[in-house]
Nanobody
């Protein structure tokens, strides 16, 4: 029902910025919570942020540096990443959840996923 495509990843120096985009299909896009997750090699998939009916929430590791936003008219979701650190290196995924949770942080509750985009932070 929903298809997601991430873009905007790349190689950036520590302290720099990147803006990730997620293009969504489907007229019902605005009814879903939209989250960002990331996964580094050998590590579990990690919650980054979510925009739900309740508000916008962030993992402690990225709050005050990352900003998530959405444009329902354009079916787009964004993740502005500032002051990037080496530990931010990961594949970043956008995802949609149809549940009623105010702050869904578990990957298992998300129904649709994008293909991921690589973010590499260098020194």
């Amino acid at each position: 029902q929903v298809q997601l495509v991430e873009s905007g990843g790349g190689l950036v120096q520590a302290g720099g910025s990147l803006r990730l985009s997620c293009a969504a299909s489907g007229r019902s896009f605005s009814t879903y919570s939209v989250g960002w997750f990331r996964q580094a090699p050998g590590k579990e998939r990690e919650f980054v942020s979510v925009i739900s009916w309740s508000g916008t929430y962030y993992a402690a590791s990225v709050e005050d540096r990352f900003t998530a936003s959405r444009d329902n008219d354009k079916n787009m979701v964004y993740l502005q990443m500032n002051n990037l650190k080496l530990e931010d290196t990961a594949v970043y995924y956008c995802a949609c959840a149809a549940g009623i949770a105010a702050r869904p942080t578990r990957p298992e509750v998300y129904n649709y996923w994008g293909q991921g985009t690589q973010v590499t932070v260098s020194s």
